[in-house]
């Protein structure tokens, strides 16, 4: 939801355009009431989503989550699909480490065989990393989180089906308890300790991560 919402407002001041993406970024930092603190909440915010998800993903791992095959295969998509948001957000400022960053790992698809040259030339919309490959990055980057969204829900309706895993590999059926209010407030301290921390890397230690 932070993500959504600070991207909704950063997208309001940004320009996908290789002449004028770069200053619009600046503009938002310097100009901008709060840019710079909207803009660091984005960017922190997604390296805390990750530590977050390679943390779920490790806790799967230990339990044996990848057993419940219809949970674990949407998971993945998931993973992939915040992989590949993540990245075009990262071109989306339009600095050197983006134009060549985009340049590589999307030459990355000419390994395949026959068809990767003409597959490259497709993504970029031209014969180079352009103009064209800036405004379906920034096109992309702004409608996949809704599709992440759409696929956390159908992730966990699948694991209400098949209920989470524990330490022991054991079913916990006899052992259940109410979610309210005893999930409620540890979900709710998490949350707090999470916005705490991610408040305290934009304001004093923006460029850490």
């Not at 619009?24 to 989503?49: C, E, K, L, P, Q």
């Not at 779920?56 to 699909?81: A, M, P, V």
């Not at 979900?187 to 230690?205: A, C, H, P, V, Y």
Request: net charge neutral.
């Amino acid at each position: 939801i932070i993500q959504i919402t600070t991207g909704l407002f950063l997208a309001m001041h940004y320009t996908p355009d290789t002449q004028t993406a770069f200053s619009s970024v600046a503009h938002i930092t310097r100009d901008v009431n709060h840019g710079w603190t909207i803009r660091y909440m984005h960017a922190n915010g997604a390296s805390m989503f990750f530590m977050c998800l390679f943390l779920h993903i490790g806790r799967g791992l230990y339990y044996g989550s990848f057993l419940s095959r219809e949970t674990w295969n949407i998971g993945t998509i998931l993973l992939l699909t915040t992989m590949a948001t993540a990245f075009m957000g990262y071109v989306l400022p339009w600095g050197q480490m983006s134009l060549w960053g985009a340049t590589v790992i999307t030459n990355l698809l000419s390994a395949i065989p026959y068809v990767g040259s003409n597959l490259v030339e497709w993504v970029w919309g031209g014969f180079s990393v352009d103009k064209a490959t800036l405004t379906r990055f920034f096109t992309f980057h702004f409608v996949l989180p809704f599709i992440i969204a759409a696929l956390a829900t159908i992730h966990l309706l699948f694991l209400h089906e098949t209920g989470s895993n524990n330490p022991s590999g054991m079913t916990s059926n006899p052992d259940k308890i109410t979610f309210h209010p005893y999930y409620t407030i540890k979900d709710i301290l998490g949350l707090i300790l999470l916005l705490l921390l991610l408040m305290s890397l934009t304001l004093f230690m923006p460029d850490l991560l």
